[in-house]
């Protein structure tokens, strides 16, 4: 505690505006950032500033002194430095880039102004002019409507302008298809089989729409609501063929054994990302940032959408819980029930951390003397989003009998049997 006593030796004068400074230095310094002289002027003066300058200066003046804006500031800068500092050449596939150049093509031709048909694909061999055209079946109005001249100089020709434009057209171009597609992909995400079976193919290879006139409503309704997705989702989700039942009807499975009148819903799997995510969910590990770079590492603790996929050195939990080949265009993503599967999910190092965070959340959450009953109907609501049954309290507490202190030392292994449920795993 220090004390300060102020002597006053005369009657006639008083010390005005007194000001202390206390340092443990032994030489005294003055190393407080200067204040400039208009500044200075403005803030003696004690009136507002009159101009937009002045107000921005005393606003940077006050915010350098403010607590939570140098915390900030202070990360701001921290997310500066993390920043790449070089360039790294991507390929762009876009006419307004330079192309890059592959080991194919010699000379010094940088950009081809006409493609050529060729024989047998060697590009020694031109047969003729390949002009750009727009398939003949799908158009109804001269090939001009879509055609457009870029602007003189321009490094593209506006072929790729010109595609798109035809792909939108729903009166005269392709468009009325393209939204039959897009509709169709959607219905596949949301009831795990598409009108069309084939996403892919439209066309004499593929399978016939199995509700043509359900399929072409839904292009019409995404194309009257000027393309919203949103309200395609919210549409299709309120339909009474995505709130059928999953339980078992012998009369619905008999009278459409392929569920292509879709009377009923039938289950369907998590995909291996959005799985490993929801375990990392529950467990409390999540880890939430936006951003950033990609990780090859199955222990992170991103959302699966931060994997680095590396065609040549593909994730084995990923591959093993059907992940796309990313060779090739994949229209259905496949779905298989193997064994590799479960012992994943029985003998993994990063499940078995997350059971053991998960076991964590739900102790801290009940406190550490909470009774079996507690823990169990936290895990399960976390889990599995309800409660337990009578069956399945009555299982868990005899599994978890005993001491509390032996009930924490079982619940790891009970939160991870709530990993490997078909429930845990598969979309109500």
Known sequence: RLVVTLEFQGTDKSIGRPRLSLTSDATPRLNAPLVEAPLASLLRSGSAPQTDAERTQLEHWWFQR????????????????????????????????????????????????????????????????????????LSRAPEQRWSWTPPEGATYAGRRRALASWILDEQ??????????????????????????????????????????????????????????????????TSDAYQQAALQDSRKESADPGNELFLRRIPKRLEGEALRDSILAVSGKLDQTLFGPPSREESSNRRSIYLRVKRSQLLNTMVNFDQPEPLASQGIRPTTTVAPQALILMNSPHVRACAKAFADRVQTHCGPNAPA????????????????????????????????????????????????????????
Request: net charge neutral; glycine share 10%.
């Open 66 to 137: 403010h607590a939570h804006w140098r915390t900030l500031e202070a990360k701001r800068v921290e997310s500066e430095k993390s920043q790449p500092t070089g360039l790294s050449k991507v390929l762009v596939a876009s006419e307004s880039f330079p192309p890059v150049r592959y080991h194919t093509a010699g000379g010094s031709v940088e950009t081809y102004k006409e493609t050529f048909v060729l024989k047998r694909g060697n590009v020694a061999l031109k047969d003729g002019v390949a002009s750009p055209g727009f398939l003949q079946a």
């Open 172 to 237: 005269s171009g392709a468009g009325a298809l393209a939204a039959r597609v897009f509709v169709n992909r959607l219905w596949l995400h949301h009831f795990g089989q598409g009108i069309v079976s084939t996403p892919n193919d439209f066309g004499k290879t593929g399978t016939l729409p199995s509700q043509p006139e359900l399929l072409d409503w839904l292009a019409g309704e995404l194309l009257r609501g000027g393309g919203s997705v949103k309200a395609m989702h919210r549409l299709m989700m």
């Open 373 to 428: 009953d507690a823990l169990i109907r936290h895990a399960y609501a976390l889990a599995l989003g309800r409660p337990p049954t009578a069956e399945e309290l009555e299982a868990g507490s005899t599994f978890l009998q005993g001491e509390p202190a032996r009930s924490a030392q079982l619940l790891p292994e009970f939160c991870q049997v709530l990993f490997e449920t078909n429930e845990f795993a598969y979309r109500p």
